[in-house]
């Protein structure tokens, strides 16, 4: 059971570093606790949520699109139990291809959960599968466990009527009502779900405003079209309290700017606690190891992902910073090129962001603010999809690109995005800001018309002289 690289943790992180350094000649050994592969994001988070939103998406339009375009459909229905199993099959067939592509990489996998030890100074990883304990011998061991959901007292999880992500992707049925506690990024995505199937969905934030990582021009435009889409929204609003009584649950909440005043009540029949994530380490024996962690549970590691014991690495939410699968991704394959003797390295500065509302919203770099906090001289473009063709002829013209530029060298510094198709637009600007571009040489280069990214050349233009088209 000696191996090149131990790895803990089989989601994109992990089975990506995997396939790696496999790929790169080395004796791999992969653990996780789930039978199938893919972690959070392909069991129970990105992928299912992505088909849900699918789902719904296709329905809201059957029932309030498709008219205008000369389509009746009448007599439109939810069938909640078949969308749940669409979402299931997708999970399945995707789970089973990186079962595929870690035994065609000859990636051995261990299934139990994973513990910490040493034999004299040599570092050895415990894999627990029941009353079993398999002993594996690693050079190296990456440890990419990934998070779990945050619970608050106030609302303990129960997966049926109080639920985390992972139960809001399994409801039986559409709730009359339900409160999403936390307006970031999966509570965002899955309140848009349940409303667009016909829930009445009110949004708890105990900030000021929902998405805050994204610019603020961009979350101002997704909440006036959430607003649209109907979704109710209460910032600077805490829960206090809870409590079930038959089917409903009653929530209390108080507006954080006079805490003074009354405790409102809120009647749900289904509470989405969405209030961030956590570092999964339990039962990893870190601090025996001498594996040193911040105040919140995140493991320290070096640039080289190294934790402050040697020969153990981290990578992925495990470590902090964006929380994001492809991140994850990225860190794994820099970590085992550099093991190989290769120069792995992340561009955390280029590292895009998507939520995937409809619309999407998209973000890479720096915001407007951020920009300015650290020192810039910004020039702004922007351009609405209202005036883009295609966006036209298919009756998409919500948000707008917004494209961040240094005043003195022209460098783009960010891009916001929020539209159809934000998610894969996002990726020019990516690759365009990896390479150091400029703005001009967004607004220089050919785009395809009529497309959506024409939107993304008029943004540049309107950085340095003025959109062509507005």
């Known amino acids: 059971m000696h191996f090149d690289l131990v790895i803990i943790g089989a989601g994109p992180g992990g089975y990506v570093a995997a396939i790696r350094a496999s790929q790169l000649g080395m004796k791999v050994a992969l653990v996780d606790r789930r039978e199938k592969p893919g972690g959070t994001c392909l069991n129970v ?20 699109e498709f008219h205008k375009h000369g389509i009746e459909v009448t007599d439109v229905r939810v069938n909640v139990k078949t969308m749940i199993e669409h979402k299931n099959h997708v999970v399945s067939e995707l789970t089973g291809g990186v079962n595929f592509l870690l035994k065609k990489n000859k990636v051995t996998v261990f299934h139990g959960t994973a513990s910490l030890g040493h034999e004299g100074d040599q570092t050895v990883v415990h894999v627990h599968e029941g009353s079993e304990v398999q002993v594996l011998h690693p050079k190296h061991t990456i440890i990419a466990t990934g998070s779990q959901v945050i619970d608050i007292p106030t609302l303990p999880t129960d997966e049926k009527m109080i639920v985390s992500s992972t139960g809001a992707l399994d409801l039986e049925k559409v709730p009359a009502h339900m409160v999403v506690v ?88 289904v509470v989405l606690v969405s209030v961030g994530r956590k570092p999964c380490t339990d ?37 902090g910073g ?6 994850a991704e990225e860190e794994g394959i820099a970590l085992v090129e550099m093991l190989a003797g290769q120069k792995g ?126």
């Open 283 to 319: 039962g990893l024996n870190l601090e025996h190891m001498g594996i040193h962690t911040n105040e919140r549970g995140f493991i320290h590691v070096n640039h080289h992902f190294e934790t402050s014991r040697a020969g153990v690495y981290a990578i992925g939410d495990v470590i």
């Open 182 to 269: 936390g307006g970031g990024y999966i509570g965002l995505e899955l309140g848009s779900v349940w409303k667009r199937l016909g829930s009445d969905v009110t949004v708890v934030e105990a900030l000021p405003e929902i998405a805050m990582s994204m610019d603020h021009d961009v979350r101002k435009e997704l909440r006036k079209s959430l607003e649209s889409l109907g979704i109710k929204f209460m910032l600077n609003t805490k829960v206090i309290a809870s409590e079930k009584q038959g089917k409903k649950i009653h929530v209390e909440v108080v507006r954080k700017e006079d805490l003074s005043k009354p405790a409102e009540v809120l009647s749900a029949d």
């Open 45 to 64: 988070g990105c992928i299912p949520s992505k088909a849900l939103l699918h789902s719904a998406y296709k329905y809201s339009q059957a029932k309030d």
């Open 345 to 470: 390295h992340v561009n955390y500065d280029v590292i895009p962001a998507v939520i995937f509302t409809q619309p999407e919203v998209a973000s890479v770099g720096l915001t407007e603010e951020q920009a300015k906090e650290r020192g810039h001289g910004v020039k702004v473009g922007k351009f609405p999809f209202s005036a883009n063709s295609l966006a036209k002829a298919i009756s998409s013209t919500e948000g707008f690109v917004k494209i961040i530029a240094d005043s003195r060298t022209d460098r783009v510094l960010g891009v916001h995005i929020i539209g159809s198709h934000a998610g894969a637009m996002i990726q020019e600007a990516a690759m365009a800001m990896e390479f150091g571009a400029s703005s001009e040489d967004i607004a220089r280069t050919c785009h395809a018309h009529p497309t959506f990214s024409e939107a993304l050349k008029e943004a540049a233009w309107d950085t340095f002289e003025k959109a062509l088209h507005k």
């Open 322 to 327: 964006m929380m994001l699968a492809h991140k």
